[in-house]
């Protein structure tokens, strides 16, 4: 199975602070890769897919970037409502596989 | 507009089965493929099976092939998860969620559902 590896596992924050989180595909998966977004007692939502388009409705505050198996996820601006925790997806290779997770907090 | 709603969670005991339901609405159900996804209880997402909008692929992840089965009735615009032999670590949320390209899909989770809890108790 293909592992995927976020980091960090958490991070402080404040409102306005531009934040990236980081995802390594153990084997090349190409540009198949997802970002979500879930808050507590809710389900994910979609805000990337292929590596690096948005989801329609997401904000533009959103963006993504890939350079070979490392993948990222950045918030330009963080808001009240971005808290939450963050997960990518390799779509490549069944079975399809979540990183592990990443907890954006109110600092 | 596009709406899931999974049922059938609940508790059950060590070995036996259960059956989850996803109903869907909002969209053209025969041309999409849906997934399950499950969450343990405080952990990350798993995904765990999905069935091809014409019925005609199926996969899973290892640790349910062979306990758990996916299926659909576009009639009824509903997708079926059996699961026998539930064990402790099957406890989770089970979200069903909507591929977001239809046909072939692209095994993106664009819509889900709001989830329902199988917890595995004696």
């Known amino acids: 199975d293909i592992q995927m590896t976020q980091s960090p596992s958490s991070v402080s924050a404040s409102v306005g602070d531009r934040v990236t989180i980081t995802c390594r595909a153990s084997q090349g998966i190409r540009n198949w890769l997802a970002w979500y977004q879930q808050k507590p007692g809710k389900a994910p939502k979609l805000l990337i897919y292929a590596a690096s388009s948005l989801q329609s409705g997401v904000p533009s505050r959103f963006s993504a970037s890939e350079s070979g198996t490392d993948f990222a996820l950045t918030i330009t601006s963080l808001q009240p409502e971005d808290f939450a925790t963050y997960y990518c997806q390799q779509a490549n290779r069944f079975p399809w596989t979540f990183g592990q997770g990443t907890k954006v907090e109110i600092k | 507009q596009v709406q899931l709603v999974e049922s059938g969670g609940g508790v059950v005991q060590p070995g036996r089965s259960l059956r989850l339901s996803c109903a869907a609405s909002g969209f053209t159900f025969n041309h999409y493929a849906i997934h399950w996804v499950r969450q343990a209880p405080g952990k990350g997402l798993e995904w765990v099976a999905v069935i091809s909008h014409d019925d005609s692929k199926k996969e899973y992840v290892d640790s349910v092939k062979g306990r758990f089965t996916i299926s659909r009735d576009n009639s009824r615009n509903t997708v079926y998860l059996e699961m026998r032999s539930l064990s402790a670590g099957d406890t989770a949320v089970y979200y069903c969620?909507?591929?977001?390209?239809?046909?072939?899909?692209?095994?993106?989770?664009?819509?889900w559902g709001q989830g329902t809890l199988v917890t595995v108790s004696s």
């Open positions: 969620a909507r591929d977001r390209d239809y046909g072939l899909g692209s095994y993106y989770f664009a819509h």
